[in-house]
């Protein structure tokens, strides 16, 4: 894969802007390579073709919907939104809730598919939020205080059956068994 391509795939994924430093640590080269990477994704994006744009903000950049495609795409995020949660949601929430703050590894570890779509779902819902593991260097996801109220709860322990399935040894077993294994994602995501 080229470089620009790996530019491309984290900037899409990215929920939050990335900038040219961390997309230089995350790659391991340089700032500069970085920067002619960008400028040749910046042009490549930004025209009234292309539903996807580049924005950039001094050295931090972002892909965005076009403009023009403005009212389609609130319309879905507003149907999206107000929805109902699929049952796939429903579980993720379920498990967020139960194990949370989580990573998305482990999450994904637990339900056994990529999760990365219904995560941003939730959060768009205001569901859960992302909270950044400073020691551990990674992002968790936990849910959100509107959330409990919604349920009428003031802590998650006040969950049904919380401390039960909060530490289940069959979770944990698998978590541990897989932990080696979070690495190895990390890596092959580059």
């Given at each position: 894969?080229?470089?620009k391509s790996k530019i491309e795939s984290l900037l899409f994924i990215s929920n939050h802007p990335l900038s040219i430093s961390k997309l230089a640590e995350m790659l391991d080269v340089s700032k500069e390579e970085i920067k002619n990477e960008l400028d040749i994704l910046f042009t490549e994006y930004n025209s009234k073709e292309k539903g996807i744009n580049l924005q950039k903000n001094g050295t931090n950049y972002q892909m965005v919907t076009n403009s023009?495609?403005?009212?389609?795409?609130?319309?879905?995020?507003?149907?999206?939104?107000?929805?109902e949660l699929t049952p796939a949601?429903?579980?993720t929430l379920t498990v967020i809730a139960y194990r949370?703050?989580?990573?998305?590894t482990e999450l994904?570890?637990?339900?056994?598919v990529n999760c990365a779509i219904i995560l941003r779902n939730l959060m768009m819902r205001g569901l859960i939020e992302e909270i950044e593991d400073k020691e551990q260097m990674m992002?968790?996801?936990q849910i959100t205080f509107d959330f409990m109220k919604h349920l009428g709860i003031n802590e998650v322990a006040q969950l049904t059956d919380y401390a039960k399935l909060n530490s289940s040894e069959a979770l944990e077993q698998?978590?541990?068994q897989e932990k080696p294994l979070d690495s190895e994602i990390e890596q092959n995501k580059v």
């Open positions: 894969m080229t470089l023009e495609n403005g009212k389609i795409v609130a319309d879905f995020l507003k149907e999206e939104v107000t929805g949601s429903l579980e949370g703050p989580i990573t998305k994904e570890l637990i339900r056994g992002t968790k996801y698998i978590l541990k």
